[in-house]
């Protein structure tokens, strides 16, 4: 079992910044694939940035490209989110989410085993 705890989330202007944390704890951290997803008030959750065991392949949403950053620290058992050029429509609860395999590359909700209570992030316009 491996269990997730976000951190990082908060107020912030349009246009500011904010980073994210994901602490890991139980199994081996380094075997997982990490993933961040969102999700606004009414809407469902979402697919946002997912990250290689190895931290050396990345993937992001279309939305959020260029402005978002993933990343990992495998001796830490971390993995973050670094959200730049915030916009009002990037506020949401976000989380963490680990899966068992070898690949990064799914964006479904489904395909991902573990996941965070979720940090709220507001961006106010």
């Known amino acids: 079992q491996v269990q997730l705890v976000e951190s990082g989330g908060g107020l912030v202007q349009a246009g500011g910044s904010l980073r994210l944390s994901c602490a890991a704890s139980g199994r081996t951290f380094s075997s997982f694939p990490m993933a961040w997803f969102r999700q606004a008030p009414g809407k469902e959750r979402e697919f946002v940035s997912a990250i290689s065991r190895s931290g050396i392949s990345t993937y992001y949403a279309r939305s959020v490209q260029g402005r978002f950053t993933i990343s990992r620290d495998n001796d830490k058992n971390t993995v973050s989110l670094q959200l730049n050029s915030l916009k009002p429509e990037d506020t949401a609860v976000y989380y963490c989410?680990?899966?068992?395999?070898?690949?990064?590359?799914?964006?479904?909700?489904?395909?991902?085993?573990?996941w965070g209570q979720g940090t709220q992030v507001t961006v106010s316009s």
């Open positions: 989410a680990g899966r068992q395999g070898d690949s990064a590359l799914y964006t479904g909700l489904k395909d991902w085993n573990y």
